[in-house]
């Protein structure tokens, strides 16, 4: 049975942090629904109402232009152990980058990866736990290392011309406004 909380307790904070992967799901007004799957230990919780992660460069930059254009956005756990759980957080996320005021301040709490791109920060307005009954059991092996080895393959100059080339704007047209000046 699916069961509402108005806030993180740390019952939940501690199944957050067993997860190795989270899905990130947002959506722009008219257009496609994103749904991308997250991890290397990217994830934080930062108090009961906010969580925030470092999004690392990939092929698009959906999430950046959904939160920009409207902000709604959710985020979900699953448990593929022997304990079957899902989580959900709903609420709404904004991009902060490394330009932005309080990267710092964000930035400080994660590991500094090759390729990273911006943080997102999510305010919640509501959490969701259901049974996880028919999540299949999976055995964690370990992270992926190809994202990192082609970030700092391409360096910050590589990285940067990568963003200006794909990630300025969602598949649907929204800018994301990854380089500064667009």
């Not at 799957?37 to 990939?58: E, I, Q, S, W």
């Not at 307005?125 to 028919?134: K, N, R, Y």
């Not at 370990?142 to 990568?162: C, H, M």
Request: one cysteine or more; proline letters at 3%.
């Amino acid at each position: 049975m699916a069961k509402f909380y108005n806030v993180m307790n740390e019952e939940l904070r501690d199944f957050i942090r067993r997860q190795h992967v989270f899905f990130v799901a947002t959506a722009p007004v008219d257009g496609r629904i994103n749904l991308s799957p997250k991890g290397m230990n990217t994830f934080r919780c930062l108090d009961d109402f906010t969580v925030a992660y470092l999004d690392l460069t990939g092929s698009g930059n959906e999430t950046s232009a959904h939160l920009l254009e409207n902000g709604r956005m959710t985020i979900m756990f699953c448990s593929f152990d022997e304990n079957p759980r899902i989580l959900r957080l709903y609420g709404n996320g904004r991009v902060v980058r490394s330009r932005d005021e309080g990267w710092g301040r964000f930035f400080s709490l994660f590991d500094d990866l090759p390729g990273k791109r911006q943080i997102i920060v999510m305010n919640i307005s509501d959490v969701q736990t259901s049974c996880g009954f028919a999540v299949p059991l999976y055995e964690y092996q370990g992270e992926r290392e190809t994202l990192l080895r082609w970030a700092e393959n391409k360096g910050d100059a590589g990285i940067r011309d990568y963003w200006r080339e794909k990630n300025q704007v969602s598949i649907d047209g929204l800018p994301t406004r990854i380089v500064d000046g667009y």
